[in-house]
C-alpha cells in the first residue's frame, strides 16, 4: 500500500492559489535538509517529529551533518529512519548535504548553518532565520518543547515548501514562544502526573497530544476515548500510527495505549456518551480534566455533559484548516456548549445524513451502539429494508457503511503540525493551570501559517441562557453522584 498524500496536499492547496496537481509536482520537486546539533537538549526528539512532520509531504528529505556541529548518535539515527519508513516505506530519508536549492533547516542555536533554525528551551521554542542571532536560553528543554520547535520549523518549510497565497500566511523571522506561559521561554514548569485524566479523540489533536506526553515522559493513568480504526489517510496527517497499522485497521485506542508504554490507558472504544455509562456503571472513574481532541460540535456537546471539573478543548479549522484553538472549558461555566452553542442548521454531517438517509432520529445516531429490531418498528418500509441487514451492527458504523462521508465543507483536513500546535495549548494549559487552578478561564485562537500573535487571548465567561446556567443546580447533582 503506497502512502496517501491526499489529505495533506489538501491542505497545501487550500492555503495556496494552485491547483491540487500542479501542487502535488511542486511539492515532490522540494529539497529540504535537515542538520541537528546533538549537544542540544531535546534534540533527538526534535529531529524525529520534524522529519516525520516533513515525511508527511511527498518532497525529497536529507538528513546531513555540518561542520563543528556534534551528529546524532547511530541508535538515535535508526530509531528516526524507522519512523519515516513507517510513514512511507517508499521515500527513502537520504543522507548528506543535497544541492543549493534546497531548503535547509536546523535544530541548533547557530543561525549561521541554515535557513531556519530552532531550538526547544524550555517547555517552548526559539527559532531565528539565518543571521538573527538567538537570545540567551536556560539549555534546559522538555518534551513538549521538543514537540512545539519541530511543530513551528515544519511550519516554516511548509510556507517554503508550498506556494502559499500571501494573505495566507507571515513568515516568522523569529519567535520565542512557550504554550505554558504563551510568553517567551522560561524555565520549564513541573509535569503534573496524569490522576484522573481523560483524552476523548484519538485523531490529529489526539495522537499529537499522546506524542506530547510522551515526549514528556509523563506517568500516571489515563482514560482514551475514541470510536474509529486507524486509517491510510491518518498516516499523513496524525502524530503517531504507520501504514502498516491502517493495513490493519488498529482501533485508535489500542494504537494510542501501544505509543504510550509508561502510562496506564484503559481504552474506551467508543465517544464520550459512551464514557459517561462506563462512568455510571463504575468501570471507570469519574476523569477530572478531560483533553478534547474532537472534531464536531456535536462531539463537543458530547464532552460538555460529562460535566467533568477542567475541560480543555482543542481545535483545528477556518477556512485553509490552520486555525488553532484551545477552549477551557468548567461545569459551572464557560462550558464548551458556552463556546459551541449549536451545531448550524444549514450543517451537513454524516449524523444528519445518516438520519435523512435511514429515518433513525438523530438523538438516537448519536447515542450510538448497537441497532437494533427495536430501532426498525417505527421506520417506513423503505428505511427499514435499508437496514435489515446492519441489526446488530454499532450504528456509528452505518454511516461509512452506507457510503456517507460528511460534506467537503464539513470537512477540514488538518495537518500534524498544525494539530501538535493546538495540542501544545491543550498540555501547555494542564501544566500552568495544575500549578494554579484557579487561573481565568481563556479562549485562544491563532492560525498556524501566521504563528503566535498578541490578541489571541480572550478571557471567557458563562453564556447566559446556556445549560451550565438554568441547569446548574442538576449538573451539580450529576457531578456529585459521578464523583462518588
Ligand atoms: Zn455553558
Known amino acids: 500500500m503506497s502512502t496517501d498524500y491526499s489529505r495533506s496536499l489538501r491542505l497545501a492547496a487550500t492555503s495556496s492559489d494552485t491547483n491540487a496537481g500542479d501542487l502535488r509536482a511542486l511539492v515532490e520537486a522540494a529539497t529540504v535538509v535537515v542538520t541537528v546539533d546533538a549537544a542540544e537538549p531535546q534534540s533527538s526528539v526534535t529531529a524525529e517529529v520534524l522529519l516525520a512532520n516533513l515525511r508527511r509531504l511527498p518532497s525529497r528529505l536529507y538528513l546531513a551533518g555540518a561542520a563543528g556541529i556534534t551528529t546524532l548518535p547511530?541508535?538515535?539515527?535508526?530509531?528516526?529512519?524507522?519512523?519515516?519508513?513507517?510513514?512511507?516505506?517508499?521515500?527513502?530519508?537520504?543522507?548528506?548535504?543535497?544541492?543549493?536549492?534546497?531548503?535547509?533547516?536546523?535544530?541548533?542555536?547557530?543561525?549561521?548553518?541554515?535557513?531556519?533554525?530552532?531550538?526547544?528551551?524550555?517547555?517552548?521554542?526559539?527559532?531565528?532565520?539565518r543571521g538573527l542571532a538567538f537570545p540567551p536560553h536556560a539549555g534546559l528543554a522538555t518534551g513538549l518543547g521538543a514537540v512545539v520547535t519541530a511543530a513551528a520549523l515544519t511550519g516554516e518549510a511548509f510556507k517554503a515548501i508550498v506556494p502559499v497565497a500571501a494573505n495566507r500566511h507571515r513568515t516568522v523571522d523569529e519567535l520565542d514562544f512557550c504554550p505554558v506561559t504563551l510568553e517567551a521561554p522560561c524555565a520549564?514548569?513541573?509535569?503534573?502526573?496524569?490522576?484522573?485524566?481523560?483524552?476523548?479523540?484519538?485523531?490529529?489533536?489526539?495522537?499529537?497530544?499522546?506524542?506530547?506526553?510522551?515526549?514528556?515522559?509523563?506517568?500516571?493513568?489515563?482514560?482514551?476515548?475514541d470510536p474509529q480504526t486507524f486509517d491510510a489517510p491518518n498516516v499523513t496527517t496524525y502524530s503517531l500510527g504507520s501504514c502498516a497499522d491502517a493495513a490493519a485497521a488498529?482501533?485508535?485506542?489500542?494504537?494510542?495505549?501501544?505509543?504510550?508504554?509508561?502510562?496506564?490507558?484503559?481504552?474506551?472504544?467508543?465517544?464520550?456518551?459512551?464514557?459517561?455509562?462506563?462512568?455510571?456503571?463504575?468501570?471507570?472513574?469519574?476523569?477530572?480534566?478531560?483533553?478534547?481532541?474532537?472534531?464536531?460540535?456535536?462531539?463537543?456537546?458530547?464532552?460538555?455533559?460529562?460535566?467533568?471539573?477542567?475541560?480543555?478543548?482543542?481545535?483545528?479549522?477556518?477556512?485553509?484548516?490552520?486555525?488553532?484553538?484551545?477552549?477551557?472549558?468548567?461545569?459551572?461555566?464557560?462550558?464548551?456548549?458556552?463556546?459551541?452553542?449549536?451545531?448550524?442548521?444549514?450543517?451537513?454531517?454524516?449524523?444528519?445524513?445518516?438520519?435523512?438517509?435511514?429515518?433513525?432520529?438523530?438523538?438516537?445516531?448519536a447515542a450510538g451502539d448497537l441497532l437494533t429490531d427495536d430501532d426498525l418498528t417505527d421506520l417506513d418500509p423503505q428505511h427499514r429494508a435499508a437496514?435489515?441487514?446492519?441489526?446488530?451492527?454499532?450504528?456509528?458504523?452505518?454511516?461509512?457503511?452506507?457510503?456517507?462521508?460528511?460534506?467537503?465543507?464539513?470537512?477540514?483536513?488538518?495537518?500534524?503540525?498544525?494539530?501538535?500546535?493546538?495540542?501544545?495549548?491543550?498540555?501547555?494549559?494542564?501544566?500552568?493551570?495544575?500549578?494554579?487552578?484557579?487561573?481565568?478561564?481563556?479562549?485562544?485562537?491563532?492560525?498556524?501559517?501566521?504563528?503566535?500573535v498578541s490578541g489571541m487571548v480572550q478571557p471567557r465567561r458563562a453564556r447566559p441562557g446556556c445549560r451550565c446556567q438554568t441547569d446548574a443546580a442538576l449538573i451539580a447533582r450529576v457531578r456529585q453522584v459521578r464523583q462518588q
Open 387 to 452: 437496514l435489515a441487514d446492519h441489526v446488530g451492527k454499532p450504528i456509528c458504523g452505518l454511516g461509512r457503511a452506507l457510503g456517507l462521508t460528511g460534506t467537503d465543507s464539513e470537512f477540514a483536513p488538518s495537518a500534524a503540525f498544525v494539530a501538535q500546535q493546538a495540542a501544545a495549548l491543550v498540555v501547555g494549559a494542564w501544566i500552568r493551570r495544575s500549578g494554579d487552578p484557579g487561573l481565568h478561564l481563556r479562549d485562544i485562537e491563532y492560525d498556524a501559517l501566521f504563528g503566535p
Open 188 to 225: 520549564p514548569a513541573q509535569v503534573p502526573s496524569l490522576d484522573r485524566v481523560a483524552l476523548i479523540g484519538g485523531g490529529a489533536i489526539g495522537t499529537a497530544i499522546a506524542l506530547i506526553l510522551r515526549a514528556l515522559n509523563a506517568a500516571g493513568d489515563l482514560i482514551i476515548v
Open 74 to 129: 547511530t541508535d538515535d539515527l535508526q530509531r528516526i529512519t524507522q519512523r519515516l519508513s513507517e510513514i512511507d516505506p517508499d521515500r527513502a530519508l537520504h543522507h548528506g548535504m543535497p544541492g543549493d536549492d534546497a531548503l535547509h533547516l536546523h535544530i541548533g542555536n547557530r543561525s549561521d548553518v541554515g535557513d531556519i533554525a530552532a531550538i526547544a528551551d524550555g517547555h517552548g521554542v526559539r527559532l531565528r532565520r
Open 250 to 365: 488498529l482501533a485508535k485506542v489500542d494504537l494510542l495505549a501501544r505509543e504510550l508504554p509508561d502510562i496506564q490507558v484503559r481504552g474506551i472504544q467508543g465517544t464520550a456518551h459512551d464514557l459517561i455509562l462506563a462512568i455510571d456503571n463504575n468501570v471507570v472513574p469519574m476523569p477530572r480534566v478531560v483533553f478534547g481532541g474532537v472534531d464536531s460540535i456535536d462531539a463537543r456537546h458530547e464532552i460538555a455533559s460529562l460535566h467533568a471539573a477542567l475541560t480543555l478543548d482543542g481545535s483545528t479549522g477556518g477556512d485553509t484548516g490552520t486555525r488553532v484553538g484551545l477552549a477551557e472549558a468548567t461545569p459551572t461555566g464557560p462550558c464548551l456548549r458556552c463556546y459551541y452553542p449549536a451545531a448550524p442548521v444549514t450543517s451537513n454531517t454524516v449524523e444528519r445524513q445518516l438520519a435523512e438517509k435511514t429515518g433513525l432520529p438523530l438523538a438516537r445516531i
